[in-house]
C-alpha cells in the first residue's frame, strides 16, 4: 500500500507563493506518474499538473501555465508544485495522486491541502 501526505498548503495573498509538497511511503514506490489536481467546490477533480517519474517529463493545465512547475525528488519520494503569482481562483483544496501504470486512473490520492489566496 502507498500513503501520499501533502503538505505546505495555507493563506496567501494575491500576487504571492507558496510551494505544496506531496512525500509517498509505502512499499518500493516506483509511479509511472505523479500528479497535482485540485476540487473546486461542487465539480470534479481538475487536472492541474503531472510529472513522468522516470523521465521528468512535465504537463501543465492552461490556466497555470508560466506561474506553476511541478518537480520531483526521486531519492524522497516526493513531488512538489511550486505556485507563483497566485490568484484568488487558484483557492482550492489541492490532491497529490500517483499514477502506477501509464493509461490507466490515478490509484492513489493524498489528504489534500487547503489554499487560500486572498484578493
Known amino acids: 500500500q502507498v500513503e501520499l501526505v501533502e503538505s505546505g498548503g495555507g493563506l496567501v495573498q494575491a500576487g504571492g507563493s507558496l510551494r505544496l509538497s506531496c512525500a509517498a511511503s509505502g512499499r518500493t514506490f516506483s509511479p509511472y506518474a505523479m500528479g497535482w489536481f485540485r476540487q473546486p467546490p461542487g465539480k470534479g477533480r481538475e487536472f492541474v499538473a503531472s510529472i513522468i517519474w522516470s523521465r521528468g517529463r512535465t504537463y501543465y493545465a492552461d490556466s497555470v501555465t508560466g506561474r506553476f512547475t511541478i518537480s520531483r525528488d526521486n531519492a524522497k519520494n516526493t513531488v512538489y508544485l511550486q505556485m507563483n503569482d497566485l490568484k484568488s481562483e487558484d483557492t482550492n483544496v489541492y490532491y497529490c495522486?500517483?499514477?502506477?501504470?501509464?493509461?490507466?486512473?490515478?490509484?492513489?490520492w493524498g489528504q489534500g491541502t487547503q489554499v487560500t489566496v486572498s484578493s
Open positions: 495522486g500517483a499514477q502506477t501504470v501509464v493509461g490507466r486512473p490515478y490509484d492513489y
